[in-house]
């Protein structure tokens, strides 16, 4: 029996390593097609993505210029409702000083 185990085991393990080493290559030449069909696909996409960068160009532009638009308006429209309160306040304060002037000289008679 042991004389079987050392004649025969070494030529069945060379062949399942043969084999293995097919099934090895095999596995290898398939990840390299598939490797160049993943390449093609990142290119293509790549190639879309780089026409596409003028028109995010554009709307990029285009969001900046609204942006600084709005800011304006917001401002303005600030401006304008803070001048309001401001007349309001001015014409208040005029008038108590008006009433103190006119009472001070109630007084002072």
Do not use: H, W
Request: with cysteine; proline share 1%.
């Amino acid at each position: 029996m042991l004389s079987f185990l050392n004649s025969y085991l070494p030529i069945i393990i060379y062949i399942l390593l043969c084999i293995l080493i097919v099934i090895l290559i095999v596995i290898c030449v398939k990840v390299l097609r598939t490797m160049n069909k993943v390449e093609g696909i990142v290119d293509d996409v790549d190639d879309k993505v780089k026409s596409l960068n003028g028109v995010f160009n554009i709307v990029d532009s285009i969001t900046d210029k609204l942006s600084a638009l709005t800011e304006v308006v917001s401002d303005s429209i600030i401006l304008f409702i803070k001048g309001l309160f401001q007349k309001r306040n001015l014409k208040k304060k005029e008038k108590l000083r008006k009433e103190r002037e006119e009472d001070e000289e109630g007084n002072e008679e």
